[in-house]
């Protein structure tokens, strides 16, 4: 059985909020069984599983990895025109919905419906998941990964957190992203247990299901601490709370250092981890407790991982030296799809994934971000990294940067003219640059993907 959930026995697993009761990991490995073994009878498929965090949406993802039947798991939020668009391309034998979908025929088994869609295999012997690179925009383009990926990086991830039995996750990211999704996997494989639930960290349920269930851990990306130092953490009566794991993008210094001495204060652990959906989750961790010297650092390659850093020509980098960060690790992907046609390709990477990501390395291997490559912007001939101007803002509260008309449009929660005034002279002091390269947005909120993370494309179709 996939993460061993038949060998846990009565402990909690996942809690049901639409029926308000745990499911233990004997009960969801038989409800498991049977649904792989309907889905095992039929000739090798390719299934949409739209997620939710609820027990529909795992249980086929699991019941699918059983089976042998490649699942990809999707936002069920998505516009129904996004939907018809990826069924179009990549030709799903079987739809899992909340709803029944457009496309759907028969409904097969609860949840699983049958398409239109012939029996045309084209499905890789190894392929198990894909999941989308883009959150909840509808992109085409998929990770392709392996039954072996996702395992080998659920033992990794759970191995340098060291998650226990006794530990309960909430589910505060969508379980289609690949950081959710890694959230639930660690939790299955130890035995322990996690809440679902779809409620945003604004609504009160969210944290009073922390408190009901004793939620130990939280797994958040930048955005999240951003809300999480609004509400106050200490305000928010969750005692329980033992664990938070941060990625999906680089959290301000001053935020790390604080929601670290937070959790020091009350006796538990704060990791900061680095990851790519292509490296199915994780790729470095900082582990709790790690030295003050390594505040902003990303931590050190997960355990069966290799970080190197390398130039465009693929030479080595000097320690302390930027460039594109390279890993090696039985969690990279197979390759990338944009079609059906792909969903036959095998292993073009090699267990070798470009990142696309700037960093550093010192001398005992801990990771230092310095940027997307594509995240750069050319200002007065002067080369820009976006990332690190929000860096700088971040203390003052939520930012996203972008470039538009050769200037950094900066959107901001926080803040008025004449703060903006003042930020924009001290960036100018700070880069060099002209002040009139930055134009500040005051905005209520900045638009996110289901991730979390910040949703760039929407900013820059912003008046």
């Not at 809690?15 to 049977?34: C, F, G, I, M």
Request: glycine fraction near 10%; charged fraction near 20%.
């Amino acid at each position: 059985m996939i993460f061993s959930i038949d060998q846990h026995g009565d402990r909690a697993a996942l809690y049901d909020p639409s029926r308000n009761e745990w499911w233990s990991h004997t009960r969801l490995s038989h409800a498991v069984s049977q649904l792989a073994q309907e889905l095992a009878a039929i000739p090798r498929s390719l299934i949409f599983n739209f997620c939710r965090n609820d027990l529909r949406s795992v249980s086929i993802y699991l019941a699918a990895l059983e089976a042998g039947q490649p699942v990809a798991l999707l936002d069920d939020n998505l516009r129904e025109e996004l939907k018809q668009h990826l069924i179009d391309l990549y030709r799903p034998e079987f739809i899992s919905s909340s709803l029944s979908p457009q496309g759907g025929v028969s409904e097969v088994i609860p949840g699983v419906w049958r398409t239109a869609a012939p029996f045309t295999g084209g499905l890789h012997a190894d392929l198990s998941v894909l999941l989308s690179t883009s959150g909840s925009t509808g992109s085409p383009k998929f990770v392709r990964l392996t039954r072996r990926n996702v395992e080998a990086n659920a033992t990794s991830i759970a191995q340098a957190l060291a998650i226990r039995p006794e530990d309960r996750a909430i589910a505060s990211l969508p379980i289609h992203y690949s950081y959710g999704l890694s959230v639930l996997n660690t939790h299955l494989l130890l035995g322990a247990g996690t809440v679902l639930t779809d409620d945003g960290l604004m609504a009160p349920t969210f944290w009073q299901a922390i408190r009901d269930h004793a939620c130990t851990s939280f797994a958040g990306v930048p955005y999240s601490y951003s809300i999480l130092n609004r509400l106050g953490l200490d305000a928010l009566n969750v005692p329980s709370l033992r664990t938070l794991t941060q990625a999906g993008g680089k959290l301000n210094n001053d935020l790390i250092a604080k929601f670290s001495a937070q959790m020091n204060a009350r006796g538990g652990r704060f990791f900061v981890m680095y990851g790519q959906t292509e490296a199915t989750a994780r790729i470095a961790i900082l582990l709790s407790g790690s030295p003050p010297a390594k505040l902003g650092s990303a931590g050190l390659a997960i355990p069966g991982g290799c970080i190197s850093i390398e130039s465009e020509e693929g030479a080595p980098v000097a320690i302390g030296g930027v460039g594109e960060l390279v890993y090696r690790g039985p969690n990279v992907m197979m390759g990338y799809a944009t079609s059906r046609d792909d969903l036959d390709l095998g292993d073009v990477l090699g267990g070798v994934l470009r990142t696309g990501d700037m960093a550093s390395l010192d001398d005992e291997g801990f990771v230092y971000m310095a940027g997307r490559a594509k995240r750069d912007a050319k200002l007065f001939g002067l080369r820009i990294n976006l990332d690190e101007v929000e860096d700088m803002l971040l203390k003052h509260g939520a930012t996203a940067v972008i470039s538009r008309d050769e200037k950094l449009r900066i959107f901001c929660e926080y803040g008025d003219d004449a703060a903006f005034e003042h930020y924009r002279k001290e960036l100018a002091a700070k880069l060099q640059i002209n002040y009139r390269a930055f134009e500040f947005v005051h905005i209520e909120k900045l638009p996110t993907k289901g991730s979390g993370k910040i949703d760039y494309q929407s900013l820059l179709d912003h008046p």
